[in-house]
C-alpha cells in the first residue's frame, strides 16, 4: 500500500480517477521545526487518509451514516489529536485529560475511527457493526455506552452546550484545587460544530455565556462546510458566524484551506491555546465528502457512497480500492504513539496529585472522595425535619432552606438559575457567583452559576458539568416549571446519557396565580414523567421536599426534577422523610373498610385532607396518599405498592395537571383539561374546582359509582404498573 496525500490537486483534478501524479504527489514542505512551530510527519496524510477511508468504509457497510464530513474532517481530526490532545486510551476516565465533544454528532463515524485507532475500548468489529442492535458504535455518540465518548450529544447544538458545561466545570474545579506548583486540573475542552449546531438556537445561549464567561479554556472548530441536509446553506443560513461569534466575546480565527493546511490548522488551534480570557472559534473551511465525485454537495452528507465512487476514493489517496477496513501500518505506528504519549502524562498527573495529598491534606482528602463518586459522610444529616405543629411555607422556599444546608455539607454541589434567582430561590446568602475574576463579580471557584434567561442552554450546559467526572462538581438548575419545556430536548439527554442534573421547577402550577395561562404549567409533570429515567418529584410539605433532594442527590446516574410551589403547604399528618422516599405512603388512613382513596401530589394533597375531613365529617371512611413521586413509587415491591393503593374500593387522583399520567395509579382522575387563568391562586383554584368543598363532591359521585362493583387496585396487574 502506498503512502497516500491528498494536496488540493484533488479537488482540482477530481475527474482524473486514479491518477499516478496525485497520489503519490509530494508532502507540502514546512518550515524546519522550531518551538511554537508545526512539524510536518511523514505519514500524516496517510494516517488522515486513513481515517477517510475507513470512515467511508463504516458507512457503506452499515448502508446508513454520514460519510460527508468525517472526509472533509479527517485532516484536523488528525492534526488535533496527534499533535493536541491530552488523553489516555487505556484510561479513558483520566481526570486531567482533554475533554472532546462531536456536536455534529452524525459524523459520528469519525469519532469512531478515532477512538479505535487511539486504542479505546473499540475493536475492528465494533467499526463493522456501526448502527446495529446492541452495537457499540450508535448511530451517534453516547456517554456510557462507548470508551471514550464523554457526551451524548443527539440533537444539533446539545454538543455546544455540553463542551460550554465542561469547560465551565474545569475552570470551577480547577479554582478550587489548584495551588502554585500544582496545576492538577488545567485540561482544554476541544469541540467539533457544523453549519446545523449553529443555526440551532441552544448553541447561541450557550456561546453567548461561553463568551460572557471568558472560557479560555474552550476551543470550538467550526465544520464551515455550507452543506446540510436540504442541500447548499444559501437557502437559510447566510449570516457571518464568525461575526456573531466575536460579538458574543469569543476569539475568532479562519483557516481557508481546511481540506490541506495543516500548518494552517496547527497555527490556529496552538494560537487559541494562547488565548486565556475567551473561548476560541476556529472557522475551518472544508469540502464536504473530500474526493468523492459528489463532493461538497449534500448528496455526500447522509447517504453511503456507491462502490464505484468509493473504490474511486482509495484509489485517488493510493489504497486499494478492493479492500476494505484497511489500515496501514504507518498509522497504527502513529496513532501508538500517542496513546504512548497519554500514558505518561496521565503518569506524570498521578505523582503529581500523590505530591498535592501529602502537602495539602484536607484538599486531598476532598479531591480523593470526589474522584470516586461518594458524598461526604453523614452530607444526609443536613436535611431538614419537619413535624405537623410547623408552619405552613411554599415548598420552593423549603427547597432554600435544603440548598443552603446542602452548600455547607456537598462541596461539589453547584447551583444556578435562569435569571429568577428572587423567584427560585437558590441562592443561599454567602454564596460567591462563578464570575471571571476580571469582572469583580465573583470567582471561578464560586458556586452559584448565573446562567441568564437561557433554559435550553443551560441545561445542556449543566450535563456537560455533569459528565466532567466523578463528583468533582454536581450541578442543580432552575427556573419556573413552565419554562422546562424551553429545556426539553437537553432534559431528555440527561435522562439518556445518566447524568445526575437536578432540576429546581419553581411556581409548579396554576397556584402561581396573576401570571397567568402563559405561566401555568398543565402538560409538564406528563411529559417529564414519560421520560425513562427521570425522576419527577412534587412534594406537598417540608419532610417530602428533603425526601426530594435526599434521592435526587443519591441518584447518581438519574436526573431530578423538583415542581415547587409559590403558595404556602401546610405540614402533613404521618409525612417523614423515611416514607416519602418510597415515592409514596399513606397521609391519613381508616380503620376497617374504606370507601376512597385520594391520591394526590403537592399542593393538591391538603386540598384533599380538606376534603377528607368534610366526607368524614358524614360517616365516609376516606383514606390520603401522597404520592411525590411517580417513578420511585413504582421501583417498590408489589406488596408495598399494594398496601398504599389496595384492592377493593376505588382510588380518586387529584391534581392541578393533565391526568394523562395518573392511569396506573387511579380509577377516576380529577385535574385540568384547559389552560389555567390569570388571577390571585385561590381564585384560580376555586374557579377550577380545586376545593376541599368540590373534591369532596367528586369523591361521593366516584365511590357511588363504583358501589357493588369488583374493584382491583390499578397497581393489581401482571405486568409493571408505571
Known sequence: MTPALAPLELLRNDSTEGDASIASAP????????????EAHADDWTCINTIRTLSLDVVNKANSGHPGAPMGMAPVAHILWSRFMRCNPKSSHWPNRDRFVLSNGHACALQYVLLHLLGYKLSMDDLKSFRQVDSTCNGH????????????????????????????????????FNKDGFSL??????????????????????????????LGNLIAIYDSNKITIDGDTAVSFT?????????????????????????????????????????????????????????????????????????AIKKKFGFDPAAKFAIPDATKTAYAKIGERG??????????LSKYTEKFSAEGKDLERRLAGKLPDGWEKCLPVYSQKDDAIASRKLSETVITKLADAVPEFVCGSADLTGSNLTRWKTATDFQPPSTGLGSYAGRYMRYGIREHGMGAI???????????????????????????????????????????????????????????????????RALPNMHVWRPADGNETSAAYLMAMMNATTPSMLLLTRQNLPQLENSTIAHATKGGYVVHDTDGETDLTYVSTGSEVSICMEAAKILMDKGVKVRVVSLPCFEIFAAQPKDYRMSILPDGHPVLSVE???TVSWGALAHEHYGMSTFGASGPYKDVYKKFGFTGENIASVGEKVIAFWKGKTILSPQNTCLVAI
Open 343 to 352: 500514558a505518561k502524562l496521565e503518569s506524570d498527573w498521578t505523582e503529581l
Open 141 to 176: 455518540p453516547e456517554v456510557h455506552h462507548t470508551d471514550g465518548v464523554e457526551v451524548t450529544t443527539g440533537p444539533l447544538g446539545q454538543g455546544f452546550g455540553n463542551a460550554v458545561g465542561l469547560a465551565m466545570a474545569q475552570a470551577q474545579v480547577g479554582a478550587t
Open 185 to 214: 486540573f488545567d485540561n482544554y475542552t476541544y469541540m467539533f460544530t457544523g453549519d446545523g449546531c449553529l443555526q440551532e438556537g441552544v448553541a447561541s445561549e450557550a456561546a453567548s455565556l461561553a463568551g460572557h464567561l471568558q
Open 462 to 528: 449543566a450535563n456537560g458539568m455533569a459528565a466532567y467526572g466523578g463528583n468533582l462538581i454536581l450541578p442543580a438548575i432552575s427556573t419556573f416549571a413552565n419554562f422546562t419545556s424551553y429545556a426539553a430536548g437537553a432534559i431528555r439527554l440527561s435522562a439518556l446519557s445518566g447524568f445526575r442534573v437536578i432540576w429546581v421547577a419553581t411556581h409548579d402550577s396554576i397556584g402561581l396565580g396573576e401570571d397567568g395561562p402563559t405561566h401555568q404549567p398543565i402538560e409538564v409533570a406528563a411529559h417529564f
Open 239 to 311: 449570516e457571518d458566524v464568525t461575526k456573531r461569534m466575536e460579538a458574543y466575546g469569543w476569539h475568532c480565527q479562519t483557516v481557508e484551506q481546511g481540506d490541506d493546511d495543516l500548518e494552517g490548522m496547527y497555527s490556529a488551534i496552538l494560537a487559541a491555546q494562547q488565548v486565556k480570557d475567551k473561548p476560541s472559534f476556529i472557522t475551518l473551511k472544508t469540502t464536504i465528502g473530500f474526493g468523492s465525485k459528489l463532493q461538497g454537495t449534500h448528496g455526500v452528507h447522509g447517504n453511503p457512497l456507491k462502490p464505484d465512487d468509493t473504490e
Open 656 to 658: 392541578a395537571y393533565s
Open 27 to 38: 508532502y507540502r514542505k514546512t518550515r524546519q521545526p522550531v518551538k511554537m512551530t508545526f
